[in-house]
T-cell receptor, first 113, second 115 residues
């Protein structure tokens, strides 16, 4: 079945460090890919998305590129801030119909000053 | 638009009690779903609905009931609460056009403790 695998956390970084959170997927169709962020005590918010191969999603300094050849959608940010501390979820959606999103298990990021 | 709203925000139940978690959306989305979030488990799908009058089970449906009488509302019922149902519950609705991108919008969550 369809699945998303993301690196296990927690990830702890110093402010201004470079961030990579790995995400790979398995899908029977041609999925759209998402990164969601969950700040402490809140629901999930869409961070960025990509709908086809080589698309780059970007938002708030975060980027991820849809790599069909490696079935990956790694999240990157060049310089993290304390306010980026959150849980990040990679997810996929098949466009063939109203099917549920498939989520990874989440990666907790802590950024220390 | 209010988006997706959930009530209550917090709830404590005793084992065996019943309750309904409310979820509403004002975006006219056909697709709605309920997830539970537990530490180290990510989000697990409980039930979902592709439109009024239609519901289906997700990955972890046992102990939960849903109904969808209107497009806007999708309540989740716990018939006899158990400590294993202690979790954070998220409702979501999905919007998009068939054949193109679907985006999922989440409510703020309900934190449920069963003692």
């Amino acid at each position: 079945g369809d699945s998303v695998t993301q690196m296990e956390g927690p990830v702890t970084l110093s402010e201004e460090a470079f961030l990579t959170i790995n995400c790979t997927y398995t899908a029977t169709g041609y999925p759209s890919l998402f990164w969601y962020v969950q700040y402490p005590g809140e629901g999930l918010q869409l961070l960025l998305k990509a709908t086809k191969a080589d698309d780059k999603g970007s938002n708030k300094g975060f980027e991820a590129t849809y790599r069909k050849e490696t079935t990956s959608f790694h999240l990157e940010k060049g310089s993290v801030q304390v306010s980026d501390s959150a849980v990040y979820f990679c997810a996929l959606s098949l466009r063939s119909g109203n099917t549920p999103l498939v989520f990874g298990k989440g990666t907790r990021l802590s950024v220390i000053a | 638009n209010a988006g997706v709203t959930q009530t209550p925000k917090f709830q404590v139940l005793k084992t065996g009690q019943s309750m309904t978690l409310q979820c509403a959306q004002d975006m006219n989305h056909e697709y709605m779903s309920w997830y539970r979030q537990d530490p180290g488990m990510g989000l697990r799908l409980i039930h979902y609905s592709v439109g009024a009058g239609i519901t289906d089970q997700g990955e972890v449906p046992n102990g939960y009931n849903v109904s969808r009488s209107t497009t806007e509302d999708f309540p989740l019922r716990l018939l006899s609460a158990a400590p294993s149902q202690t979790s954070v519950y998220f409702c979501a609705s999905t919007g998009g056009v068939a054949g193109s991108l679907y985006e999922q919008y989440f409510g703020p969550g309900t934190r449920l403790t069963v003692t």
